[in-house]
């Protein structure tokens, strides 16, 4: 009986021995980490300020969709009468309604502001609970790593004999076990903590971004809003409110409309004859985005139909025009990167307010009738920058971008009364997108 108890006594010593020469744990040190684990340092936001934040964001969010709404009735408005206008009546009510929606766009674009930099506060708050989450668990692990090396210098075998009691060795030992685990969470944990740190201040990065970005929509916006006032007290002060004086200068100007379309016309079929379609991009690659978001082409590339209103002016179609949703004052986007080679504003007449760029592969783009120009030449721009802001300027039915493709060595800007024209070689930009 008494060797088969000092064998048991001998097993059970050898096992703490092995279980403890990874561990070598004083009971001192045993207490500093029960003490330890036994705070779990994970502070978070105060939930009533998280939700007042969060409910302000749904509330401007809601706005947002309310106003979107009321705008979209007026450009609706806007596009069923897009034609141009006969009478002064009817050229007046299109301008007030161009002014409304961009009233309209202008609060939304505000609201947006608000909006995100609400979405910014809320970002930096989550940031900050993280960095100090991360803080308070690397401090906890810092600490119970220094007493694991402090401990690792003792002896397991003594730390095991100087016990009490066996049961209390072994209780011990599950403590330790377990301790390891939570050592395996908590660093699983705080790689987590710092994974979605990273993932909140990316965000952080784009909210900025966004903000920047509506910071300059609302002024070009305003911008814009301005224009069409002056343009509606232009009018009243040259037609002096008469119906008459109106038709007169109306008459005027679609005969000069018409005469520079039959030059532009005349002077780029004989460039699409002599030109050269070999070492540009094939068709099919791609290369180009539609320049305008919730775009619908309002008139494609190629000959005009004969029943088609604008066949009056031109017969050949040199790009395809987008429609936007969003109307008058759209953000308008660089169809691929390249350098901003020409700008200009033709007025009332051809292409209005435009910008061409030069994609360095043998074509350049076209962006016509714009209401505001953001870009100036020499400019290096990247796929899906904002170039300006959609409008109805020169020979237009309604608020659109006309977007043409240009081989470059046909491409060339020539000065006329109204502007400075660009002229080339079109090709069909759905090759391209």
């Known amino acids: 009986m008494m060797r088969n108890s000092f064998l048991v006594l001998i097993g059970l010593f050898a096992a703490a021995m092995i279980l403890f020469a990874g561990y070598g744990f004083s009971r001192s040190a045993l207490a500093q980490m029960q003490s330890a684990s036994s705070t779990a340092p994970l502070p978070s936001p105060t939930p009533s300020e998280d939700d007042l934040l969060r409910q302000q964001i749904n509330e401007k969010q809601q706005l947002i969709q309310q106003l979107e709404g009321e705008a979209q009735r007026y ?69 119970l790593l220094q007493t694991l090396r402090e401990s690792d210098d003792q002896n397991g075998l003594i730390s095991f004999l100087k016990t009490d009691k066996l049961s209390d060795a072994f209780s011990q030992l599950a403590y330790l076990d377990n301790l390891q685990q939570t050592v395996m969470e908590k660093t699983a944990f705080l790689k987590t903590l710092k994974e979605n740190m990273q993932n909140n201040l ?51 100007t679609i005969a000069k409309q018409k005469q520079i379309q039959d030059e532009i016309e005349n002077i780029e079929s004989r460039l699409r004859k002599t030109a050269n379609y070999t070492g540009i991009p094939p068709k ?25 209103e604008t066949r009056k002016f031109y017969a050949f179609h040199n790009g395809i025009d987008y429609a936007s949703r969003q109307g008058m004052g759209a953000p308008l986007y660089a169809a691929a990167d390249g350098v901003v ?56 039915t309604g608020p659109h971008v006309h977007f043409t493709v240009y081989l470059a060595d046909k491409f060339s800007t020539t000065s006329r009364w109204y502007g400075l024209l660009p002229v080339g070689a079109s090709v069909d930009p759905n090759d391209y997108l």
Request: hydrophobic letters at 30%; proline letters at 1%; aromatic letters at 6%.
């Open 75 to 143: 450009r609706d408005s806007i596009a069923q009468t897009s034609s141009q206008a006969k009478t002064l009546k009817s050229q007046l009510a299109a301008v007030d309604s161009q002014i409304k929606s961009l009233q309209y766009s202008i609060s939304i674009t505000q609201t947006k502001l608000e909006q995100t930099n609400l979405k910014i506060e809320d970002l930096n708050g989550t940031i900050q609970s993280a960095e100090d989450s991360i803080a308070n668990n690397q401090t906890y692990l810092t600490g």
């Open 284 to 308: 099919g690659s791609k290369i180009f985005i539609i320049p305008v978001g919730e775009s619908r082409i309002t008139q494609g590339y190629g000959p005009v139909p004969r029943s088609s």
């Open 202 to 252: 990316d965000q952080a990065v784009k909210s900025k971004q966004q903000y920047d970005s509506l910071k300059q929509q609302l002024v070009a916006q305003k911008a814009i809003s301005n224009e069409q006032q002056q343009e509606k007290t232009t009018l009243l002060a040259n037609t002096k409110n008469q119906e008459q004086a109106y038709q007169k200068m109306l008459n005027d």
């Open 341 to 396: 080679n020409a700008v200009g504003d033709n007025g009332k007449y051809a292409y209005g307010k435009w910008i061409t760029i030069n994609h360095e592969n043998g074509l350049i783009t076209l962006y016509s009738h714009l209401s505001y120009i953001k870009v100036k030449v020499g400019q290096r721009v990247k796929q899906g920058d904002v170039i300006g802001y959609l409008g109805a300027t020169g020979l237009v």
